[in-house]
């Protein structure tokens, strides 16, 4: 880029658009164009997304896709796909694409070819979950694996988690899985509380192997394990395993790479659920479904990468995503999926999207002139209705949602499914629409009571609509974000990818933990907050 974003003319084109629409209200743009509905609204893949619902006009998708071009967006599409350094930060490339690439293509990093080297941890993958979930694998005193325990935090923990809940109707149910992530020991605690150890293999998640979370609940682990063989060191080859880039920290943790499953470091962390950090997913669907759920991935991502702007989904929602963030100004976004099996897809896009683009420093160095990463939150529909959506409804902040729904329940009983769909048509419709003044007092409402009943409307929201919950359809939901956020990424001109940012709080705790431990009357050297806090923790521990 060779221009600052805010004095690109077609961001200028867009603030001038901005002041022309931004009073318009969803209820006249829809009386405008009847079919409007229709005409925003995008296929692909077996997605559909209506993003009629948006404070937009036809005009505008049109500003905001010469933005993206004037941003040299298809470029940096092309950029990513190709294995350029767009990790600049950390001079990496960013090809977790390259994880569900199928055989026989090739992906060229550093002149050479990783797909074979991504398949080749697949099959082992495979072998390994075939053994465990055929009860060949046994433990060491001799019994087939019952529980496994996946220890690992960040992109370790909340890719597995979010792909464990979304994917246990299709799960061995035989067995039980547990996560732990938490360096608070209740988190460990609690998750083997009822586990027999002989029947337990954990793994041991990090990209780095050095995360003092993953690292402390992998020792603690390892004693519980030992505590329940009678202290024999050859159990630990039997009930753990390791998914990670650093063979040489495994070994010295104790486990042999033998029983390591490797990624790279063109893969990051909250990129990597369809690498070997997803094992926990596979050994719960087994490897055929793990590979349907990467043939999701990898259609999404030839949309993202071939779809003309218009019709690409990823393209669409991440333009939304900085007309609202840019020119509205809003500052959170909803992401409300109404499938109680996507209970955990809020938590996990947090990571996505926020490690991703909380950034205030473009890729030149510079700090930005506009806002950035939108903060993502969310719960499952119906639930969130019963709690947090009157601000969205009635409160002063304008926050745009991403309804998720599938035509088909994978647990059809009686008419659950169309009263949680009529839900979230239901609240799509309010959130645009509102109540007018007129529409209540024709209710009879009191006068005085009016004003508490009128819903403004004019709320935004896409609406997400698959035909069901699979694994393929995990795998296009979560690439259509990543994607979406590598295009906001793009117009913001900042990495994606790295997360430096996370890095001080880390070294500071290093500095505090051997404070907490020494006597009372040592010296600190921290602020005068920081002082007052370690002398009461150590007086009251
Ligand atoms: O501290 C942030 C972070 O580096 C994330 O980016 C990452 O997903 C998480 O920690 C866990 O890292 P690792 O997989 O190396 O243990």
Redesign the pocket.
């Known amino acids: 880029m060779t221009d600052t974003l805010k004095n690109l003319p077609q961001y200028k084109a867009l603030e001038e658009h901005y002041e022309a629409i931004k009073d318009k209200h969803l209820r006249d743009l829809f009386a405008d164009e009847t079919e409007r509905g229709k005409q925003l609204a995008m296929e692909a893949v077996g997605l559909y997304l209506d993003y009629s619902k948006n404070r937009i006009t036809g005009e505008t998708m049109e500003l905001l896709l010469d933005l993206a071009r004037g941003c040299e967006l298809p470029e940096a599409i092309e950029a990513m796909f190709s294995g350029d350094k767009i990790n600049l930060t950390e001079g990496r490339a960013v090809l977790h694409t390259a994880l569900r690439a199928p055989a026989g293509t090739s992906v060229v990093v550093d002149g050479e070819d990783v797909v074979p080297d991504v398949q080749a941890v697949l099959d082992k993958m495979s072998a390994f979950c075939d053994a465990v979930r055929g009860g060949e694998w046994v433990g060491h005193s001799g019994l087939p694996i019952r529980n496994i325990v996946n220890i ?7 890719g597995p988690v979010m792909a464990y809940e979304a994917l246990k109707y299709f799960s061995a149910r035989e067995l039980t899985f547990r996560f732990v992530s938490n360096v608070d020991a209740t988190d460990f605690a609690e998750a083997v509380a009822d586990l027999d150890p002989t029947e337990t293999m954990f793994i041991v ?7 003092i ?2 690292m402390t609940n992998a020792n603690t682990a390892r004693q519980w394990l030992l505590h329940h063989v009678g202290g024999d060191e050859s159990a630990v080859a039997k009930h753990f395993v390791a998914l ?3 063979a040489e920290k495994v070994s010295e943790f104790g486990i042999d790479t033998a029983n390591m499953f490797e990624f790279w470091d063109w893969v ?3 990129y ?1 659920m369809d690498s070997a ?1 997803g094992l926990s997913t596979m050994l719960a669907v087994g490897p055929a479904g793990f590979r349907e759920m990467l043939a999701g991935f990898h259609e999404m991502d030839e949309h993202f990468r071939n779809a003309p702007l218009e019709k690409n989904l990823p393209v669409l929602m991440g333009m939304l995503a900085v007309w609202y963030s840019n020119f509205f100004g809003v500052e959170t976004t909803a992401v409300l999926p109404y499938e109680q099996y996507l209970k955990r897809f809020p938590a996990y896009l947090q ?1 996505l999207t926020m ?1 991703s683009n909380g950034k205030s420093t473009t890729v030149d160095g510079e700090r930005v002139d506009y806002e950035t990463g939108l903060i993502y939150w969310g719960e499952p529909g119906t639930n969130g209705q019963h709690s947090f959506y009157q601000l969205i409804h009635q409160g002063t902040r304008l926050i745009p949602c991403d309804f998720i729904a599938f035509a088909k329940s994978l647990n059809p009983i009686d008419d659950h499914h169309d009263i949680l769909i009529a839900n979230v048509l239901a609240q799509s419709e309010a959130l645009a629409f509102g109540k007018t003044d007129a529409e209540v007092r024709s209710e009879g409402t009191q006068d005085w009571l009016v004003p508490h009943r009128v819903f403004e409307g004019n709320r935004p929201s896409n609406t997400l609509i698959g035909e069901r919950m699979s694994p393929a359809m995990l795998g296009k939901l979560v690439a259509l974000y990543e994607h979406s956020v590598y295009v906001q990424s793009v117009i913001w001109n900042i990495d994606a990818f790295d ?1 430096w940012g ?2 001080l709080g ?1 070294v500071l705790a290093k500095a505090i933990i051997p404070e907490l431990a020494a006597d009372a009357d040592s010296v600190l050297d921290h602020d005068s907050s920081t002082n007052a806090l370690i002398e009461r923790y150590r007086k009251m521990k």
């Open positions: 690992g935090i960040g992109g370790s923990d909340l998640a990090s990209k780095t192997f050095t995360t979370e993953t990670s880039t650093n990051g962390g909250r990597s950090i990571q490690e997360q996370v890095e880390k």
